[in-house]
């Protein structure tokens, strides 16, 4: 499809295992966001790459998150040793410039057990 | 710390009628703010943004007003029908990729 792939859509996790969740953007487009949403709540920024240079990571919550898009397309979030406050959805969102004109996935719905 | 917040969590009106959803932020420095609508288990959809130097601007069936005195904005969905239930988010923005979400109002539509 024309969007933005995320991959896998559902993942469960056992705690204290590691996961990788993929994000493939809208071919093209050089920014790309990852966003954290809590269950009945707003999505909430994590990192931020334009091409494959990692501009913000102010919001990753812990050394635990660590983000890479090596080739300036793809990118994949990794977190280590998941706790089950890491339960949410994770957004991936792509766009030519900013987040003002991004468009997000579906999501990957990460539930920790 | 910095915030965007909605006042009302949930939102039910006839099919046919207008929508109001409104949202308080307080960073006065925003460069601009965007509505958004979430369906279950899609992503957050754009629907209109207004820079901060505008008060008002429309879309298709959608209006965003813009309140610095107040810190206040809103989203208004003239004649609401069925394929707008969702949650609704507004959001608040400046240079880079970090977005300030609210809360969410989650608008039901009754046929």
């Known amino acids: 499809g024309a969007g933005v792939s995320q991959s896998p859509r559902y993942k469960v996790a056992k705690r204290g295992q590691d996961v990788a969740l993929r994000c493939d953007p809208i071919?093209?487009?050089?920014?790309l966001f990852w966003y954290q949403q809590a269950l009945g709540q707003g999505p909430e920024f994590l990192t931020y790459f334009q091409n494959e240079a990692q501009l913000d990571k102010s919001g990753l919550p812990s050394d635990r998150f660590f983000a890479e898009r090596p080739e300036g397309s793809v990118s994949t979030l990794k977190i280590q040793r998941t706790q089950q406050e890491d339960s949410a959805v994770y957004l991936c969102?792509?766009?030519?410039?900013?987040?003002?004109?991004?468009?997000f996935g579906q999501g990957t719905r990460l539930t920790v057990v | 710390g910095e915030s965007v917040g909605l006042h009302l969590p949930t939102l039910s009106v006839q099919e046919g009628d207008n929508s109001i959803i409104n949202c308080a932020y307080s960073n006065s420095a925003s460069d601009y703010f965007i509505w958004y609508k979430q369906e279950s288990g899609k992503g957050p959809q754009f629907i209109i943004d207004?820079?901060?130097?505008?008060d008002k601007r429309q879309g298709q069936r959608v209006t965003v007003l813009l309140n610095k005195t107040v810190k206040h904005l809103s989203l208004q969905i003239a004649a609401t029908q069925p394929g707008d239930s969702a949650v609704y988010f507004c959001?608040?923005?400046?240079?880079?990729?970090?977005?300030?979400f609210g809360q969410g109002t989650e608008l039901s539509v009754k046929p």
């Open positions: 969102a792509s766009s030519l410039r900013s987040i003002s004109e991004a468009f």
């Open positions: 071919s093209g487009h050089v920014s």
């Open positions: 207004i820079r901060s130097n505008m």
């Open positions: 959001a608040e923005g400046n240079q880079g990729g970090k977005l300030i």
